[in-house]
């Protein structure tokens, strides 16, 4: 594998569900990102670590809770989800690190497309 | 705050005409600029990014951007569309010191034959 894999690629979850989104990144990178992908909205940062410590919750409701055990891996906990909450959960990660620059390309996977009934 | 807002959410043009998609920006401080292709069912690709170097970029693809500041815009082009080229485009702007991206809505680009 090469990249940033996600998986499962797609998931269909009930309100009273508990799911988990992987994502696992083969760069050698630092940063790891969540993103939520919503039709007609931008992108909107849900996470952000950096060496496995969390720097950025952007006011994340707590039915979402992110694991990052080291810095090739990325998981979201998902429970007691909303219909609202389904979209398109993409994972990127970026050299980061120490002094992490601004320039920092960040490469994205596939995405896992969530709908919650 | 840091904001970028792309013009039209649709744009379409014929197999080997000018790929015009518009991205504005605002910001109190020298921006870091980019823009993502994204495919169908795949993830962001980066096109390419404006890091205060020359305005003019060029990235994959064909496309380029150029940076101007006084119109506080990073207008994506490319002379001749390919069917390829169908997707939708986000133009991100980078929060300084953090390397956050704040994207635009997108632009989806539609390619007819």
């Known amino acids: 594998e090469t990249g940033v894999t996600q998986t499962p690629r797609h998931l269909v979850m009930g309100m009273t569900n508990k799911k988990s989104l992987k994502c696992e990144q083969h760069l050698g990178h630092n940063a790891m990102y969540w993103y939520k992908q919503s039709a007609k909205k931008p992108l909107e940062l849900m996470f952000v670590?950096?060496?496995?410590?969390?720097?950025e919750n952007n006011s994340v409701p707590s039915r979402f809770s992110p694991e990052c055990p080291n810095s090739s891996h990325l998981f979201l906990h998902l429970h007691t989800l909303q219909p609202e909450d389904s979209a398109l959960y993409l994972c990127a990660s970026s050299q980061g690190g120490g002094g992490q620059t601004v320039t920092d390309t960040q490469y994205f996977g596939p995405g896992t497309r969530l709908t919650v009934l | 705050a840091q904001s970028v807002t792309q013009l039209g959410s649709h744009v379409s043009v014929s197999e080997g005409a000018l790929v015009l998609l518009r991205c504005n920006y605002s910001s109190s401080v020298p921006p870091y600029l980019f823009w993502y292709v994204q495919y169908p069912n795949q993830g962001l690709q980066l096109l390419l990014k404006?890091?205060?170097?020359?305005?003019l970029v060029k990235g994959i693809n064909g496309f380029e951007a150029e940076f101007k500041k006084s119109e506080t815009s990073f207008h994506l082009t490319k002379p001749s569309a390919h069917m390829s080229d169908a997707a939708e485009y986000f133009c991100a702007v980078s929060r300084r010191n953090t390397g956050k991206l704040i994207f635009g809505q997108g632009t989806t680009l539609q390619v007819k034959p």
């Open positions: 404006y890091t205060s170097a020359a305005t």
């Open positions: 670590y950096n060496f496995k410590e969390q720097t």
